[in-house]
Nanobody
Framework: VQLQASGGGLVQPGGSQTLSCKAF????????IGWFRQAPGKEREWVSC????????YYADSVKGRFTISRDNAKNTVYLQMNSLKPEDTAVYRCASTGSCGSSSGAYGFWGQGTLVTVSS
C-alpha cells in the first residue's frame, strides 16, 4: 500500500508544474486526498484537498486561483496543477489520504513521500 508523489522539479517564477499522486495497492475513489507542503525552516502547510464526491474541492488562500486539484479514479491518481508559481511556493509537496477533507495534518492517515518543487530563476 503506497502513495507516490511525483512531478517536482525546478521551475521559473510565473511558470507551471503538475504534481501527481498515484496510489498503489488500494483504490483512491473512496478517499479524500490532500496536498501539503513544507518549505525549509517552516511548518507543514495544507495546500488543497479533493473529496471522494464530486464538487468537494478546497484550497488554501495562499494558492487559491493559481492551483487546481483534480482526480482520475480510472488512473488511481490525484493531480495538483500549479500555475503562476512564486518563489514562496518552493517546498517539498506530499499527498495524503483521509476520509473527509480538512486542513489539519492529523486528519490524514496515510502519507506518500515528498516531491520537491523549486521555484527560482
Amino acid at each position: 500500500v503506497q502513495l507516490q508523489a511525483s512531478g517536482g522539479g525546478l521551475v521559473q517564477p510565473g511558470g507551471s508544474q503538475t504534481l501527481s499522486c498515484k496510489a498503489f495497492g488500494f483504490t483512491l475513489d473512496t478517499y479524500a486526498i490532500g496536498w501539503f507542503r513544507q518549505a525549509p525552516g517552516k511548518e507543514r502547510e495544507w495546500v488543497s484537498c479533493i473529496g471522494s464526491l464530486p464538487g468537494l474541492i478546497y484550497y488554501a488562500d495562499s494558492v487559491k486561483g493559481r492551483f487546481t486539484i483534480s482526480r482520475d479514479n480510472a488512473k488511481n491518481t490525484v493531480y495538483l496543477q500549479m500555475n503562476s508559481l512564486k518563489p514562496e511556493d518552493t517546498a517539498v509537496y506530499r499527498c495524503a489520504s483521509t476520509g473527509s477533507c480538512g486542513s489539519s495534518s492529523g486528519a490524514y492517515g496515510f502519507w506518500g513521500q515528498g516531491t520537491l518543487v523549486t521555484v527560482s530563476s
